[in-house]
């Protein structure tokens, strides 16, 4: 198969560009062949029209009838635990490093800068060591 | 204003008088006057004193305290023949009147403000020095001084900054701060520069050779002992003391309006 995630009512997506960037909502219905209507309850999405490019799909999903209202939405949410599912991604994870290397300040940035230096000082001696030994 | 009176909204400068009622709450008495579109009251100072009756209530005179202010004085006089003494004004009339009457400009009541210190920088913060021969190192500061400029040292051991002071227009503050012991009271006075010798006549043709030492004996006995102070506070911290001998960069991808300091 090529694909293995589909966009699908009820697919948990993340929302890559725009007003909401950086959240996750969950596809509530296909308005047409390039929009989403979408609803985050949890997050602080308001039901609206995404277009399939803002948003990439994630793993997760739950089962949810075609145009269901958001109060079932987030009580399917809850149900499935999605939110704790959704931070244990790598997607996830990836997004908090992101939001936290913005924030570092010029002292931490400093230190980031050193350990990054020792340890690729560690794995250059090592690789000489192991080449020598070869 | 008094504590029975409250502002009367609507109204421009218009207080009433509130009173207790039976129930022990304040109640406004009922407002005479009222505004007109644009702001102006519609009735006058006179039609709301007649309106309130103000005529039908007690006048209270106050009298008038008056206050004796000596206007001359006595000076005593030499001579046998010249009476003794003499009524001399305190205020004496000017000699001259100028010819025209010129204005006078106003009275200038501004005052200079001690410079606002931002908010960011703390003493103890570490900061980035934008300009001058430092420019891009990494600085502690020590305080602010009362002409406003920021007093700064590396500390000299680490970076090689001396006891200077900046002007907090050129400088970064970062949210690093270094918890520092009570320093020795420095003020402005020991930067200020002296003074070229005068010319005088009598040694123009004499060569100064020596010459005095760049920087002040009394500047590096106070470096030592403040940096006696600062070093420690920095070597507690973990990698600091390496933050500050190193140099603030911009490289490839990083753009300061970006960055968070």
């Known amino acids: 198969m090529l694909y293995q995630r589909y966009i699908e009512i009820g697919r948990v997506?993340?929302?890559?560009?725009?007003?909401?960037?950086?959240?996750?909502?969950?596809?509530?219905?296909?308005?047409?062949?390039?929009h989403l209507l979408v609803d985050g309850p949890e997050t602080g999405v308001p039901r609206c029209v995404l277009r399939l490019n803002q948003v990439a799909i994630t793993d997760l999903k739950i089962t949810i009838p075609r145009g269901c209202k958001t109060k079932k939405v987030r009580v399917e949410l809850t149900k499935?635990?999605?939110?704790?599912?959704?931070?244990?991604?790598?997607l996830a994870k990836k997004a908090a490093a992101k939001v936290a290397k913005a924030n570092l300040g010029d002292f931490e940035r400093f230190q980031v800068r050193v350990a990054k230096t020792l340890r690729n000082r560690k794995i250059r001696t090592t690789v000489r060591k192991m080449k020598k030994s070869s | 204003k008094q504590w029975y009176q409250r502002r009367v909204r609507g109204v421009l400068n218009y207080y009433t008088n509130y009173y207790y009622k039976s129930n022990l709450r304040m109640v406004a008495h009922k407002v005479r006057n009222s505004t007109l579109p644009g702001g102006v009251p519609k009735l006058s100072r006179s039609a709301v004193y007649r309106k309130r009756a103000l005529y039908k209530r007690a006048k209270v005179q106050v009298a008038a305290v008056k206050v004796d202010v000596a206007s001359t004085k006595t000076k005593q006089?030499?001579?046998?023949?010249?009476?003794?003494?003499?009524q001399v004004p305190l205020q004496k009339q000017p000699r001259f009147y100028p010819t025209v009457d010129s204005k006078k400009p106003l009275n200038?009541?501004?005052?200079?403000?001690?410079?606002?210190?931002?908010g960011s920088i703390v003493p103890g913060s570490v900061v980035i020095l934008l300009a001058g021969?430092?420019?891009?190192?990494?600085?502690?500061?020590?305080?602010?001084?009362p002409s406003g400029l920021l007093l700064v040292s590396g500390p000299y051991k680490i970076?090689?900054?001396p006891l200077r002071r900046v002007d907090?227009?050129?400088?970064i503050a970062t949210s690093t701060v270094v918890d520092l012991p009570a320093l020795p009271e420095i003020g402005d006075a020991i930067?200020?520069?002296?003074?070229?010798?005068?010319?005088?006549?009598?040694?123009?043709?004499?060569?100064?050779?020596?010459?005095?030492?760049?920087?002040?004996?009394?500047?590096?006995?106070?470096?030592?002992?403040?940096?006696?102070?600062?070093?420690?506070?920095?070597?507690?911290?973990?990698?600091?003391?390496?933050?500050?001998?190193?140099?603030?960069?911009?490289?490839k991808g990083v753009y300061p309006h970006d960055l968070k300091f």
């Open chain 2, 159 to 161: 970076n090689g900054v």
């Open chain 2, 168 to 171: 907090q227009a050129y400088v």
């Open chain 2, 77 to 86: 006089v030499q001579g046998e023949k010249n009476g003794g003494n003499r």
């Open chain 1, 80 to 90: 499935a635990n999605i939110p704790a599912k959704f931070a244990k991604t790598s």
């Open chain 2, 108 to 118: 200038n009541r501004k005052s200079p403000k001690p410079t606002k210190l931002r």
């Open chain 1, 13 to 34: 997506c993340y929302i890559r560009l725009g007003d909401h960037a950086g959240k996750t909502c969950v596809v509530v219905d296909m308005v047409d062949q390039k």
């Open chain 2, 133 to 145: 021969v430092h420019r891009g190192k990494r600085v502690v500061v020590l305080k602010q001084l």
């Open chain 2, 191 to 251: 930067f200020k520069r002296k003074g070229k010798p005068t010319k005088n006549e009598k040694e123009m043709f004499i060569d100064n050779t020596t010459e005095e030492p760049k920087i002040s004996a009394e500047k590096i006995a106070l470096q030592k002992e403040v940096d006696a102070l600062v070093v420690p506070a920095v070597k507690k911290v973990a990698m600091l003391q390496s933050y500050l001998k190193s140099k603030f960069t911009l490289s």
